[in-house]
Nanobody
Framework: QVQLVESGGGLVQAGGSLRLSCAASRSIRTMGWYRQAPGKQRDLVATITNSGSTNYADSIKGRFTISRDNAKNTVYLQMNSLKPEDSAVYYC?????????WGQGTQVTVSS
C-alpha cells in the first residue's frame, strides 16, 4: 500500500501560479497528477518516473512542470499561466507502471 498526501491547491486569478505537492509513504516508480472537473472524467496532467522521465498532457505543455524529489518520495506540479479551464480537483497518483494509488484530491480554482 502507498498513502499519498497532497497539498497546495487553492484559488488563484487567471495568469497566476500555484504549486502542488504530493508526498508518498514509500518509494514508488511512477508518480503523477490527474485532474477532474465537474461532470468530466479524470484526465492525465503529467507523470514522472523515479528516473526522471516525464509525460505531459498537450493542454498544459509549456505551462506546467512536474518534478520529484526521490529522497522525499515527493512529486511537485508547478502550474504557471493558469486559465479558468484548469479549474478542477487535482489528484496525485502513483504506481509501479499503471497508477494504482490515489490521493484525496486538492481543489484548484482559477478565476477569470
Amino acid at each position: 500500500q502507498v498513502q499519498l498526501v497532497e497539498s497546495g491547491g487553492g484559488l488563484v486569478q487567471a495568469g497566476g501560479s500555484l504549486r502542488l505537492s504530493c508526498a508518498a509513504s514509500r518509494s514508488i516508480r511512477t508518480m503523477g497528477w490527474y485532474r477532474q472537473a465537474p461532470g468530466k472524467q479524470r484526465d492525465l496532467v503529467a507523470t514522472i518516473t523515479n528516473s526522471g522521465s516525464t509525460n505531459y498532457a498537450d493542454s498544459i505543455k509549456g505551462r506546467f512542470t512536474i518534478s520529484r524529489d526521490n529522497a522525499k518520495n515527493t512529486v511537485y506540479l508547478q502550474m504557471n499561466s493558469l486559465k479558468p479551464e484548469d479549474s478542477a480537483v487535482y489528484y496525485c497518483g502513483a504506481g509501479q507502471f499503471a497508477i494504482n494509488y490515489w490521493g484525496q484530491g486538492t481543489q484548484v480554482t482559477v478565476s477569470s
